[in-house]
């Protein structure tokens, strides 16, 4: 079974509020098995409209990853994010 990954791009306006919001974000990433493999760290866009924060979460399963971005466990995550930046986020499955 291929793995799934959770990606993010962000753009943190409010480093303290994101900070909470990672913190919480620890208990769904807990609860579904997910593995930081990408969070921050330097970065160069080569082309396009990168951003400078990036994030790469692995799991077991696509269904896993996509159990942790529908949660009510990330969900109370996300609340605490609002007003603290931007993100897009996608949950993609590994070959």
């Not at 970065?43 to 269904?63: A, D, K």
């Amino acid at each position: 079974m291929p793995k799934g990954y959770v990606i993010a791009h962000a753009t943190v306006t409010d480093p303290e509020k994101w900070g909470q919001y990672v913190a919480k974000s620890k208990i769904a990433l807990d609860k579904y098995g997910g593995v930081p493999i990408v969070r921050g760290g330097k970065c160069e866009i080569i082309e396009g409209n990168g951003t400078q924060r990036n994030v790469v979460l692995e799991f077991p399963s696509y269904e896993a990853a996509l159990g942790y971005a529908r949660s009510e466990e990330y969900a109370a995550a996300k609340a605490l994010r609002q007003g603290a930046g931007h993100i897009d986020i996608t949950v993609v499955e590994g070959v």
